[in-house]
């Protein structure tokens, strides 16, 4: 009597991990975790240069050619190195950022917003902080906060064989900044790495909606718009020694491009905290809501 040979069961179909789980913060730099623009902190020092000179000096330029001042900016820098005689090593920029000084709570801040997030979400959800500035990536890498950062993207020189400062090699307007919240959405962080492609919602790793954008001012705007206009949110803060960046603050809301504005105080239970705080409980809701909805297309067979 011939034997019926078992029954193999279907495998079951592999189960589609949820990885959308990722909400990013992420911050302008001059003007926003510090009082000064950092080449107040640094470079001019070294040269015996008054920021105001400088700054100046930019604004002319930039008026008269028409050109771009992040680029106006980072040649005549060179020029006031080379013209000093001092060398500016890539080692000696990231020396002098030891002078830096943040806002009240910044050093604090990173830690207490990771904390929250983890604790408020059950470990579901967790924070990235990234800079994306104008500012100079070599002085950037020098700064006491740089651990806490998932990514730092910034202008930089090209530097030759002596280590001199010849060219910049990557400049970071108020425009280009936008494509750094691109590499972000999509997980494509590598400068190198092409964001032209065509990548459904679905397979972006952090969502705008999952985005928060902190900045200081007009030069933010770009990036304030787009994080909005896809979802995300925005929030500006002030100095409290400059008058002036209240009054920005007040046009970015009655412009729509801002969600709040706050007191760039960083310190805990302070306004700021506080309203990030809303805007974190919304995205970790969202994250809930995405990885019950994904849960369920599993169920259903959908994924």
């Not at 020694?241 to 310190?267: H, K």
Request: one cysteine or more; a neutral charge; glycine letters at 6%.
């Amino acid at each position: 009597m011939s034997q019926r040979p078992p029954t193999r069961r279907a495998a079951a179909p592999a189960e589609v991990p949820f990885t959308r789980n990722t909400l990013a913060l992420i911050y302008d730099f001059d003007g926003t975790l510090t009082p000064q623009p950092m080449q107040e902190y640094t470079v001019f020092p070294q040269l015996g240069i008054a920021p105001e000179d400088f700054w100046a000096e930019v604004n002319a330029e930039t008026r008269l050619t028409g050109g771009d001042s992040i680029l106006t900016y980072m040649r005549l820098l060179v020029e006031k190195i080379e013209a000093n005689k001092a060398h500016l090593s890539r080692a000696a920029l990231r020396r002098l950022a030891s002078g830096i000084r943040y806002f009240p709570g910044v050093e604090t801040w990173f830690e207490r917003i990771n904390r929250y997030v983890a604790t408020r979400s059950g470990g579901l959800v967790q924070a990235r902080h990234y800079i994306v500035s104008a500012g100079l990536s070599e002085i950037l890498e020098g700064i006491s906060i740089k651990h806490h950062f998932e990514r730092v993207y910034a202008s930089q020189y090209h530097f030759n064989h002596h280590e001199v400062a010849c060219f910049p090699t990557i400049v970071i307007n108020d425009t280009s900044k936008t494509q750094y919240l691109f590499r972000i959405n999509k997980g494509r962080e590598t400068p190198g790495e092409s964001i032209n492609e065509y990548m459904p919602e679905a397979q972006r790793p952090i969502p705008f909606g999952h985005m928060v954008y902190l900045g200081d001012g007009l030069t933010d705007v770009p990036c304030m718009t787009v994080t909005k206009n896809y979802g995300g949110f925005a929030i500006a803060v002030h100095n409290p020694a400059n008058p002036a960046s209240l009054e920005v603050c007040r046009a970015l809301v009655a412009a729509e491009r801002i969600d709040y504005f706050a007191l760039a105080d960083y310190r805990s239970g302070r306004k700021l905290e506080k309203r990030v705080r809303t805007i974190l409980d919304v995205i970790i809701a969202r994250v809930a809501f995405e990885r019950e909805k994904h849960l369920f297309k599993a169920e259903m067979g959908a994924l």
